[in-house]
């Protein structure tokens, strides 16, 4: 059995920590990873002009098709307009290979989620590798598994005048990042079914996502919640910081900020932190947190 979970991470900055899971992935019964299956992956190439235009047509063809997406800052997506995208970005990008490979492999279809619980990464690509008997004998079969960040998408786009981009290149709309951030999952599954293994900051993923997406980069700047920490209540990661639990006042330093903070408050019962300190970890939603004096 493995797991391997890829993230579309934020842009890195100083109080970020984007890193990709990685484990090692199992064999899967024929057909599975090939040379074949690489070179028709590596065959796709797209000028920027190219990549433009069909991008374009997903995005006319979503508004044009679904129930739910109406206008490009749209406020209501289901999980059938992942199925639909993915279906306008095989064919358009990937000359319908991707179900093709899924169904060899016994994949398909990928199943696609929608989840709030995404905070810093923008996406998140699944491979599982289980047990199944077929006809008395025991097959490894894959699955994959596509979640995309809401909490990211809704954040995002609700001003104006706030640059956004994702894998290197601006987006003007919510649809449109909705879009770059399927394209970088899209390559974590075309890695998947072609070599085995994904990762996006190594060099054969950085090819592919050029070649066939013009991406320059696999990160995003969208509005994750510790940004919105920062513009909205001023709190930022290591920030001195009081709330009041059951009447009493508590102080301690935020340690991670996700749709609440987590804030760390010395206690001789708590766990040892790195800091050297023992600590409580407390899970404070943001508008009860009080900035204290000591600290940017
Ligand atoms: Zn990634």
């Given at each position: 059995m493995s797991n391997n979970a890829h993230a579309f991470q934020p842009?890195?900055?100083?109080d970020t920590d984007p890193v990709d899971r990685e484990t090692s992935h199992d064999f899967i019964d024929q057909?599975?990873?090939s040379l074949e299956r690489k070179a028709k992956l590596f065959a796709l190439l797209y000028s920027s002009q190219e990549v433009d235009k069909r991008f374009r047509r997903i995005h006319e063809a979503m508004l044009s098709q679904s129930p739910q997406i109406r206008?490009?800052?749209?406020?209501v997506i289901g999980t059938d307009d992942l199925e639909r995208l993915f279906a306008h970005y095989d064919r358009e990008f990937f000359m319908g290979r991707l179900a093709e490979m899924l169904v060899e492999d016994s994949a398909h279809p990928a199943a696609f989620r929608l989840s709030r619980r995404l905070t810093s990464a923008a996406g998140q690509t699944i491979r599982r590798v289980r047990r199944v008997n077929q006809g008395g004998r025991s097959l490894n079969r894959v699955d994959y598994e596509i979640t995309i960040s809401t909490t990211l998408l809704y954040n995002t786009?609700?001003?104006?005048g706030r640059a956004v981009t994702v894998g290197g290149l601006p987006c003007s709309d919510r649809l449109e990042a909705l879009q770059r951030i399927f394209e970088h999952e899209l390559l974590h599954l075309a890695e998947f079914l072609g070599w085995g293994a994904s990762n996006c900051k190594a060099s054969n993923f950085r090819a592919l996502s050029r070649r066939l997406?013009?991406?320059?980069?696999?990160h995003h700047d969208l509005i994750t919640p510790r940004e919105q920490a920062r513009i909205a209540y001023g709190i930022q990661l290591g920030d001195l910081v009081s709330f009041e639990i059951e009447g009493e006042r508590r102080v301690g330093v935020v340690n991670r900020v996700t749709r609440r903070a987590t804030v760390l408050v010395e206690d001789p019962r708590g766990q040892p932190y790195t800091n050297g300190k023992r600590c409580i970890p407390y899970y404070v939603p943001l508008a009860r947190l009080r900035k204290e004096d000591g600290s940017s």
């Amino acid at each position: 059995m493995s797991n391997n979970a890829h993230a579309f991470q934020p842009t890195p900055d100083d109080d970020t920590d984007p890193v990709d899971r990685e484990t090692s992935h199992d064999f899967i019964d024929q057909p599975g990873p090939s040379l074949e299956r690489k070179a028709k992956l590596f065959a796709l190439l797209y000028s920027s002009q190219e990549v433009d235009k069909r991008f374009r047509r997903i995005h006319e063809a979503m508004l044009s098709q679904s129930p739910q997406i109406r206008e490009p800052d749209f406020t209501v997506i289901g999980t059938d307009d992942l199925e639909r995208l993915f279906a306008h970005y095989d064919r358009e990008f990937f000359m319908g290979r991707l179900a093709e490979m899924l169904v060899e492999d016994s994949a398909h279809p990928a199943a696609f989620r929608l989840s709030r619980r995404l905070t810093s990464a923008a996406g998140q690509t699944i491979r599982r590798v289980r047990r199944v008997n077929q006809g008395g004998r025991s097959l490894n079969r894959v699955d994959y598994e596509i979640t995309i960040s809401t909490t990211l998408l809704y954040n995002t786009f609700l001003q104006q005048g706030r640059a956004v981009t994702v894998g290197g290149l601006p987006c003007s709309d919510r649809l449109e990042a909705l879009q770059r951030i399927f394209e970088h999952e899209l390559l974590h599954l075309a890695e998947f079914l072609g070599w085995g293994a994904s990762n996006c900051k190594a060099s054969n993923f950085r090819a592919l996502s050029r070649r066939l997406f013009a991406h320059e980069a696999p990160h995003h700047d969208l509005i994750t919640p510790r940004e919105q920490a920062r513009i909205a209540y001023g709190i930022q990661l290591g920030d001195l910081v009081s709330f009041e639990i059951e009447g009493e006042r508590r102080v301690g330093v935020v340690n991670r900020v996700t749709r609440r903070a987590t804030v760390l408050v010395e206690d001789p019962r708590g766990q040892p932190y790195t800091n050297g300190k023992r600590c409580i970890p407390y899970y404070v939603p943001l508008a009860r947190l009080r900035k204290e004096d000591g600290s940017s």
